[in-house]
C-alpha cells in the first residue's frame, strides 16, 4: 500500500525558515518524480514544486522560486522542501503527492499534508 | 501557462441525481487531464487521468470525457459520498502543472 506522511510544520514568523519531510512507502520512491502541493486556508491547490526520480531535475513554481528548495534521499524514501524567506502568502496545508511514472502529469497518490503558517 | 477554469463553482443536488462538472483550458492540453475529489478535512483522492480513465477503485458512476480545451466529469447517480470539491488539473504543458479554481457539489 502507497503511503506518503508528511511532518515539519508548525508556526513560523514572516523571514523565517521551515523544512518539511515525506516520508514515502510501499512502492519503489526512486523509481517516481514526487512533488509539493499546497492549498491555502479556504483555497484551491497550488502546484509548488517537482523533483525527478534521480533527484537530478526540479521544477518550481514562479511564486516560490529562489526561496524553496525541493531534495529527497533515495535511501531514506524521504522527500524534502526547505523554505526560507516565509511569507504570509505561503501560510497552507503542504500535501507531498506521487507524480504518475508514465508521464510525471498527474498526482496518483497524496498525502494526508502538513500545516505551515506564517504570522508574527 | 495554461489557465484551468471550472464551472459552476457551486453545484447543489440532491443524492440519485445526475451532476456534471466542466473544466476549460485556456488552451488545447489534448487528453492530459486529471480530476481529483477532496472532501473535508481530506487530501485530493485522484479519480480520473487521461480525460476519461478511472483511477483504481474509483467508481463506475464517476466518468470523464472531453479533449482540447473543454472536458467534463459525469457523476451518473450522485451518492451521499461524493459531496466534495472537485478539482482539474492539465499535464500537457508543464511546469507549472496547474489546477482549476474546484466546483463544490453540496446539497
Known amino acids: 500500500e502507497v503511503q506518503l506522511l508528511e511532518s515539519g510544520g508548525g508556526l513560523v514568523q514572516p523571514g523565517g525558515s521551515l523544512r518539511l519531510s515525506c516520508a514515502a512507502s510501499?512502492?519503489?520512491?526512486?523509481?517516481?518524480?514526487m512533488s509539493w502541493v499546497r492549498q491555502a486556508p479556504g483555497k484551491g491547490l497550488e502546484w509548488v514544486s517537482t523533483i525527478s526520480g534521480n533527484g537530478v531535475t526540479t521544477w518550481y513554481a514562479d511564486s516560490v522560486e529562489g526561496r524553496f528548495t525541493i531534495s529527497r534521499d533515495n535511501s531514506k524514501n524521504t522527500l524534502f522542501v526547505q523554505m526560507n524567506s516565509l511569507r504570509a502568502d505561503d501560510t497552507a496545508i503542504y500535501y507531498c503527492?506521487?507524480?504518475?511514472?508514465?508521464?510525471?502529469?498527474?498526482?496518483?497518490?497524496w498525502g494526508q499534508g502538513t500545516l505551515v503558517t506564517v504570522s508574527s | 501557462e495554461i489557465v484551468m477554469t471550472q464551472s459552476p463553482a457551486t453545484l447543489s443536488v440532491s443524492p440519485g441525481e445526475r451532476v456534471t462538472l466542466s473544466c476549460r483550458a485556456s488552451?488545447?492540453?489534448?487528453?492530459?487531464l486529471a480530476w481529483y475529489q477532496q472532501k473535508p478535512g481530506q487530501a485530493p483522492r485522484l479519480l480520473i487521468f487521461g480525460a476519461s480513465a478511472r483511477a483504481t477503485g474509483v467508481p463506475a458512476r464517476f466518468s470523464g470525457s472531453g479533449s482540447g480545451t473543454e472536458f467534463t466529469l459525469t457523476i451518473s447517480s450522485l451518492q451521499s459520498e461524493d459531496f466534495a470539491v472537485y478539482y482539474c488539473?492539465?499535464?500537457?504543458?508543464?511546469?507549472?502543472?496547474?489546477f482549476g479554481q474546484g466546483t463544490k457539489v453540496d446539497i
Open positions: 488539473q492539465q499535464y500537457n504543458n508543464w511546469p507549472p502543472w496547474t
Open positions: 510501499g512502492f519503489t520512491f526512486s523509481s517516481y518524480a
Open positions: 488552451q488545447s492540453v489534448s487528453s492530459n
Open positions: 503527492a506521487r507524480n504518475d511514472q508514465v508521464v510525471w502529469g498527474y498526482f496518483d497518490y
